[in-house]
């Protein structure tokens, strides 16, 4: 199994630019997490889908924010305008069962997001 | 005030030492309750899993839930080098399955 993938692995862009993550889960699971990662904030959820419907998005940050499950095997997470405080690693994460408080999310290796 | 707090580290050991690690909730609604691991420019992954008030084993890895302190432990036995990582705790409320995640603790074992 190749596991959760994210692209890029890095991005580096200028204030002002629209930026997508793309995310592949694993192959049979059915709920997608996307969470971002900082040094003051930690790891925080940013919105999750449960068979390509979002859930919960009250993590996301602000309107600039978009993510999107067009079908079972691919997202996306848009920032448009970027802005330096985006700068973060965002995380994708897949589960297999929607709605089940005790499974077990698998994570990708995230991509590191750096806006100048 | 974060819901789940946890110290940030950097918690330096000797090789073969136990290390301890823990995490204090808020909000006593949290019934699962998880460690991961995370390695440098990696993604978490799951260690441990915890439903009741207690002791789990797993290996060198012992995970403690005290719910009526809102406390829980990571303790890690015979430490190696390999361990040195970040350790973040994470809960889940008995509905839905949103993580809440510590800040994560900053381990490095010293040969």
């Known amino acids: 199994d190749a596991g959760v993938i994210q692209s890029p692995r890095h991005e580096v862009t200028e204030m002002g630019q629209e930026v997508t993550l793309r995310c592949k889960p694993i192959?049979?699971?059915?709920?997608l997490f996307w969470y971002r990662q900082t040094m003051m904030r930690g790891l925080e959820l940013l919105i999750y889908?449960?068979?390509?419907?979002?859930?919960?998005d009250s993590g996301m940050p602000e309107d600039r924010f978009s993510a999107k499950m067009p079908n079972a095997s691919f997202s996306t997470l848009k920032i448009q305008p970027s802005e330096p405080r985006d700068s973060a690693v965002y995380f994708c994460?897949?589960?297999?069962?929607?709605?089940?408080?005790?499974?077990?999310?698998?994570f990708g290796p995230g991509t590191r997001l750096t806006v100048l | 005030q974060k819901e789940v707090e946890q110290d940030p580290g950097p918690l330096s050991v000797p090789e073969g030492a136990i290390v301890s690690l823990n995490c204090t909730y808020s909000?006593?609604?949290?019934?699962?309750f998880m460690w991961y691991r995370q390695y440098s420019r990696k993604g978490p992954e799951l260690l441990m899993y915890?439903?009741?008030?207690g002791n789990k084993e797993d290996g060198r890895f012992t995970a403690q839930v005290d719910k009526s302190s809102k406390y829980i432990s990571l303790f890690i036995r015979d430490s190696q080098p390999s361990d040195s990582a970040t350790y973040l705790c994470?809960?889940?409320?008995?509905?839905?399955?949103?993580?809440?995640f510590g800040g994560g603790t900053r381990v490095l074992v010293k040969p």
């Open positions: 909000n006593s609604a949290f019934q699962y």
């Open positions: 889908f449960n068979n390509n419907v979002p859930i919960d």
């Open positions: 994460a897949s589960s297999g069962l929607a709605g089940a408080g005790t499974d077990t999310q698998y």
């Open positions: 994470a809960m889940f409320k008995a509905a839905g399955n949103k993580l809440t």
């Open positions: 915890t439903y009741s008030s």
């Open positions: 192959s049979g699971h059915n709920s």
